[in-house]
């Protein structure tokens, strides 16, 4: 895992929202505008949760029937958990096709990896009791909750997985809230919060102008220019 943030970048990253981060990001100019993102069916499932920010810790799940003997790694897994630093996220691949069929995290997943450091949960299937996880102020995010945890079992974990088509290394920093899942790479990470500030900055003239009862669009144009190539420089 690369070198982790101080508690206090943590939290200074935790008051901004994921469109901020996201257009923080922009700014440095180190990958695609479209990428680094979940897509927009793996959903916030705790809107009033707020923000969680995290390191990723993986696993793969089935929650079909086991058509052979498999190694239980569930032990194995906790304990993987348990091994690195916090803050974590738990981000499960649902390996079943369709995905869904069972639930990985319920409220007695969520209370264990809660203790273990983890301050939610992203699936590319479905959690459940929903009101129970609320109550533990733990972030899920997934397709839609489901009724059942079917045969669900860990069947690989600690390695990459993909949700809804998007890679998720171990340790990779996850910022989401109720707009979605923001992976920030970790070269600019420590950054961050500093270009959150001056790109809110930089917006704030043109919400200003907008608010003003005479609201003049040549005016708004011009200052909307001046943002971009700030932002741009």
Not at 88 to 109: C, M, R, W, Y
């Amino acid at each position: 895992m690369s070198s982790l943030l101080t508690a206090d970048q943590i939290e200074g990253l935790r008051k901004y929202n994921t469109p901020t981060i996201s257009n923080a990001i922009e700014t440095f100019n180190v990958r695609p505008r479209h990428m680094g993102f979940l897509p927009h069916f793996i959903r916030c499932l705790l809107p009033d949760i707020g923000v969680i920010i995290g390191y990723a810790v993986t696993s793969q799940t089935r929650a079909l029937p086991a058509t052979e003997k498999e190694q239980d790694v569930a032990s194995d897994y906790f304990r993987y958990v348990a091994s690195i630093p916090g803050p974590k996220i738990a981000v499960g691949e649902d390996l079943d096709n369709p995905p869904g069929l069972g639930a990985q995290f319920g409220e007695v997943t969520a209370t264990i990896h809660q203790k273990l450091g983890c301050v939610g949960h992203i699936t590319s299937g479905c959690p459940r009791d929903i009101d129970e996880v609320r109550g533990l102020g733990f972030g899920l995010y997934g397709l839609n909750p489901c009724v059942s945890h079917g045969y669900v079992r860990i069947v690989g974990f600690g390695r990459r997985v993909n949700i809804g088509g998007v890679d998720i290394h171990p340790g990779d920093l996850i910022h989401a809230d109720k707009h979605g899942v923001c992976i920030i790479p970790h070269e600019i990470a420590p950054k961050l919060a500093d270009a959150c500030a001056e790109v809110e900055r930089l917006e704030r003239p043109l919400l200003d102008i907008c608010k003003t009862d005479d609201f003049d669009l040549e005016e708004y144009l011009r200052r909307r220019v001046a943002m971009k190539t700030a932002i741009n420089e």
